[in-house]
């Protein structure tokens, strides 16, 4: 099961990162054709599609590997135990989120399956599924983090992490 999950980690970074490489290709193709004034509309609504995958399945690798922002003002002062318990029950409100970010975007996916983009023959509802894909994703890694938050409670943690 864990190579299962580390081999689609890894194919969500590479998808990640191919479809921002052509996002910054199609973006600067359509503005230098438009200096020539040469109009492509299907550049932009390609870089639109993938901006959406890679923005949604970025921020999936960005909160499996903890590089989001957090503010621990408050928290960075109270006792470590009651630190964790935060940590757990701020994991359940995203979980929620999450949940309801996943169940919208189905039902938004559904509504949009029969509209298409101005100029490529895809379903819109081919960029909406993105949302879906990574809100699944971000549950698996939310339950992964809650799981180990659970099992290394009573561990001591030094500077530089849980020992």
């Known amino acids: 099961m864990r190579k299962i999950y580390r081999a689609l980690c890894k194919a969500e970074v590479v998808m990640c990162g191919v479809g921002f490489i052509f996002l910054v290709a199609f973006v600067f193709l359509s503005a230098i054709l438009r200096f020539f004034r040469i109009s492509v509309s299907w550049n932009i609504d390609l870089a639109m ?32 135990n009651v630190q964790k318990i935060i940590e757990i029950l701020l994991y359940c409100v995203v979980l929620s989120a999450l949940s309801l970010i996943v169940v919208f975007g189905v039902r938004l996916a559904i509504t ?52």
């Not at 509209?115 to 990574?134: C, D, E, G």
């Not at 983090?145 to 530089?160: H, P, V």
């Open 49 to 80: 599609f993938l901006l959406a995958w890679t923005a949604f399945l970025g921020a999936d690798i960005a909160w499996r590997s903890g590089q989001l922002v957090g503010v621990d003002l408050i928290t960075r002062r109270l006792p470590r």
């Open 112 to 163: 949009e399956r029969l509209r298409t983009y101005q100029s490529i023959p895809i379903p819109y509802s081919f960029m909406t599924i993105s949302l879906v894909v990574a809100g699944l994703s971000m549950i698996f890694s939310t339950i992964l983090k809650i799981r180990r938050r659970i099992i290394n409670f009573n561990k001591k943690e030094t500077a530089g992490g849980a020992k």
